[in-house]
């Protein structure tokens, strides 16, 4: 299975534009870059022009409570937001940082900027080509009726709607890559790093983490989207307060390191150093692959998930709810993935080891080999390898023992290295043979260990853990629980704005009775997400979200025509005036 992944992976993420040296640009960076370019160009950057009207409408100063649809356009923002503000603003921020270094931030803000104008394109396409079913008077009002909805609208209806219905294969496969998508990336991913924060953080066990996780999605989702609506409408602010000022309260205490900060992120954007993970002359493309990567993770635009969500808003102007959708990557990327990225740079936690327990059966370890290009993960598994007092022996070119990435440079202990224990008994170095494939280690008397200790790295939510703790150290050292309560939060609000996106996508596919069934596999999934590999997870995770990209952005770039006539349309009438002059 890990093959069969792998293989995907490359061909999605890894497999584009040769650079030599086995180096590529992958086609999927290129062509969400080059669409976001395509409609800032058309669109006359339109995420500048109309930024101050977005949050002008977003405000709710020119709602309509008569006009179709489901949820207000502050409801629609905070429930595509409560996607996006998720563990991709924890831990994928976090993952770009380790692997692709300072300059990775900088490849993310570029994501985000372009981002504010492909989810422009694609929200108000989205509205203009979505399906409003009223209510019949039995129906209104009824749970039925609020269970349902009353639109449906994204990719699938303005595909098939917009470009007609010799393209309705291309409708169908991308409702069905983002119902699947739904299960992973919008759900299981979650799930999973809830499970493996409160696991390492409180020894709570992970099929313990992930039915209390999946009880509370069940009963918000079959609510449905007005249910969701309300629910994102207080959690998102809440959550999303909570997380900013615990990072801006990081950056105060260490304003010093700001600048150099800013300084180190500009450079190595084009000349990196790169993470802890690689080195050398593929170091560029580690930075500038996971930045946009994670940035896309972060904000989705070009994923056609958000503009389900903004469909449901009333309005009868498609681009009202579009300049509303422009937002988001602002919110996501420019302000809290920056607030993430900084705090983890600032206080020091980036790169820096800390004693660690290294589980030798984990999902955590791999083994990599300096070469060329840098230090890469594709090496075979050793069948064996040998440490003395401690010490990998290991010559040039041989695999060697890596946690979370980073090769461990460190010594190995049979117990706690550093202060974690006070017993000196427990911070013996090891000598004897690690069996990579078994899971263990034998020492020289035969002792077995499938545990050994030593000096390791954060990664993920538990290195933005590492940087709240450290940098919130002159209040006290509660500062990690700002990250393990965000990301509880973080990952309830995704999961259950992505079961509204999956579920329009089973409506679509199937019809009325296809959403029930489509609820209860979502729940399961979400289960099954926090009990498996997390490397796994995130990387089936990341091959749905390149493939669902591809027929999106195909369909809003053949119907950029009809964007721009929506818009001049918008810009020249000036709806909102009216209802302004109204008032």
């Not at 999946?214 to 307060?241: D, E, H, Q």
């Not at 003395?388 to 022996?393: M, P």
């Not at 818009?567 to 302004?580: A, C, E, H, I, Q």
């Amino acid at each position: 299975m890990e093959d069969v992944v792998q293989f995907l992976n490359d061909l999605v993420w890894t497999y584009g534009i040769p650079l030599g040296g086995g180096q590529y640009i992958p086609w999927v960076v290129l062509l969400l870059l080059g669409a976001g370019i395509y409609f800032t160009v058309r669109l006359s950057f339109v995420q500048i022009r109309q930024f101050a009207h977005g949050v002008a409408v977003t405000s709710g100063t020119y709602d309509d409570p008569d006009d179709p649809g489901d949820v207000s356009h502050f409801q629609a923002l905070t429930t595509a937001l409560s996607a996006t503000l998720g563990i991709g603003n924890i831990a994928g921020a976090a993952l770009a940082i380790h692997i692709g270094g300072p300059g990775a931030l900088f490849w993310m803000w570029v994501t985000g900027i372009l981002g504010m104008a492909t989810k422009y394109s694609e929200v108000t396409l989205a509205q203009f080509y979505r399906n409003v079913d009223e209510p019949t008077e039995e129906e209104r009002g009824t749970w039925q009726q609020t269970w349902k909805g009353t639109v449906a609208g994204g990719p699938m209806f303005y595909i098939e709607k917009g470009l007609g219905d010799n393209w309705k294969p291309l409708a169908i496969f991308f409702a069905v890559m983002l119902m699947i998508t739904s299960f992973l990336t919008g759900n299981a991913v979650q799930a999973n790093t809830v499970a493996d924060v409160m696991n390492a953080e409180f020894g709570i066990a992970v099929w313990l983490s992930g039915a209390v996780l999946a009880a509370i999605i069940a009963l918000v989702i079959l609510g449905g989207v007005t249910a969701i609506g309300r629910v994102t409408g207080v959690l998102v602010p809440v959550m999303a307060a909570l997380y900013v000022i615990g990072a801006l309260f990081v950056l105060a205490f260490n304003y010093t390191e700001i600048l150099p900060t800013l300084g180190s992120v500009f450079t190595n954007a084009f000349n990196p150093s790169a993470g802890v993970a690689g080195t050398g002359a593929g170091a560029f493309l580690l930075t500038f692959q996971y930045g946009v990567q994670r940035g896309l993770f972060s904000n989705e635009a070009g994923m056609g998930s958000a503009p389900i969500a903004h469909s449901a808003a009333k309005t009868n102007e498609p681009a009202s709810e579009g300049v509303v959708a422009l937002l988001e990557p602002f919110i996501d990327t420019i302000t809290v993935v920056t607030l993430t990225c900084l705090a983890i740079l600032v206080s020091g936690a980036w790169g820096n080891p800390i004693p660690t327990a290294f589980d030798l059966d984990s999902g955590s370890v791999e083994y990599r080999v300096q070469g060329e290009g840098g230090i890469f993960p594709d090496a075979e598994v050793p069948e064996e390898l040998r440490i003395e007092d401690g010490e990998q022996q290991a010559e040039a070119g041989d695999p060697q023992f890596a946690w979370r990435q980073a090769v461990v440079g460190s010594r190995f202990y049979t117990g706690c290295a550093g202060e974690c224990e006070e017993d000196s008994d427990l911070q013996q170095p090891f000598t004897g043979t690690l069996y990579p494939q078994e899971g263990m280690a034998v020492s020289d008397d035969g002792t077995e260990y499938e545990v050994l200790y030593g000096q390791g790295v954060r990664s993920g939510a538990p290195l933005t853990r590492l940087a709240f703790e450290r940098g919130l150290s002159p209040l006290g050292d509660w500062g990690g629980y700002i990250v393990i309560l965000s990301v509880l939060l973080f990952a309830i609000s995704t999961s259950i704005s992505w079961s509204y996106y999956g579920d329009r996508c089973a409506y679509y596919l199937f019809g009325d009775r296809a959403i029930l069934p489509y609820k209860v596999v979502f729940v399961l999934m979400n289960f099954t997400g926090a009990v498996t590999a997390l490397t796994t997870i995130w990387t089936i995770g990341d091959i749905a979200l390149g493939i669902v990209i591809v027929p999106n952005l195909i369909g809003v770039i053949l119907l950029t025509d009809k964007i721009k006539d929506v818009t001049d349309d918008y810009l020249t009438r000036k709806p909102w005036l009216s209802v302004s002059q109204d008032e």
